[in-house]
């Protein structure tokens, strides 16, 4: 079956420093992936969607890489800021359908 | 614009009660909706999809069902409530055929006791 994995620990991180989070997949080939923000009791939030022919995506301080080779994401934050602590959620396609399966996301904290 | 609305934010259930939580989205037409859960610790899991009025598949096989009455309404119910149900519900919509990506209401959190 389909699986996503992301680090369940927390990344904590000074800030200025660049935050890099990992999504790994097996048993598929998505047609697309994409990462969402989430604050604690709130609904999450999309950030970035990368294609399988695409390599890298950036938007502001925000770039995503996609190997479908390794079937992994990297999400990076540059000049990290203590707003940007959240959980981070990547998300891969269902079967090319506009269905998602999102992995459990992984906490990043920046610190002063 | 468009919005996506969700009530009650938060609601304290018994065991055994029915449930109805409602979502509604602005400013668009024909959306996809979509219910999903999270459980505390966990990811979202998709719950219920709709591409259109009356027209909604069940991802899991559950103590739930949905609704779709109108184009930009969408309800999840439940007749009787267990404990395993509470956890945070999100609606969240997108355009069909024209966006992949997914925009999410503020959520319910319910606890059933």
């Known amino acids: 079956s389909q699986k996503i994995e992301q680090n369940s620990e927390a990344l904590n991180i000074q800030e200025g420093k660049t935050a890099t989070l990992t999504c790994n997949y097996t048993?598929?080939?998505?047609?697309?992936l994409q990462w969402y923000r989430q604050d604690p009791g709130r609904g999450p939030v999309f950030l970035l969607l990368?294609?399988?022919?695409?390599k890298e995506k950036r938007k502001e301080r925000l770039k995503v890489t996609f190997d479908t080779t390794l079937k992994q994401s990297l999400f990076h934050i540059t000049a990290s800021q203590p707003a940007d602590s959240a959980t981070y959620l990547c998300?891969?396609?269902?079967?090319?359908?506009?269905?998602?399966?999102f992995g459990t996301g992984t906490r990043l904290q920046v610190f002063p | 614009s468009q919005t996506i609305h969700q009530w009650p934010a938060t609601l304290v259930q018994p065991v055994g009660s029915p449930l109805s939580l409602e979502c509604t989205v602005e400013?668009?037409?024909?959306?996809?909706l979509y219910w999903y859960r999270q459980a505390a610790g966990r990811g979202l899991q998709l719950l219920f999809y709709?591409?259109?009025?009356?027209?909604i598949s069940s991802e899991v096989p559950q103590n739930l069902s949905a609704s779709r009455p109108q184009d930009r309404q969408f309800i999840l119910s439940s007749k009787k409530l267990l404990l395993s149900d509470s956890g945070f519900y999100l609606c969240?919509?997108?355009?069909?055929?024209?966006?992949?990506?997914?925009?999410f209401g503020p959520g319910t959190r319910l606890t059933v006791t």
């Open positions: 048993n598929y080939s998505p047609a697309y």
């Open positions: 998300a891969l396609d269902n079967y090319n359908t506009d269905k998602l399966i």
């Open positions: 400013g668009t037409s024909n959306p996809n």
């Open positions: 969240a919509w997108n355009q069909a055929g024209l966006t992949y990506e997914q925009y």
């Open positions: 990368i294609r399988e022919n695409e």
């Open positions: 709709s591409i259109g009025i009356d027209q």
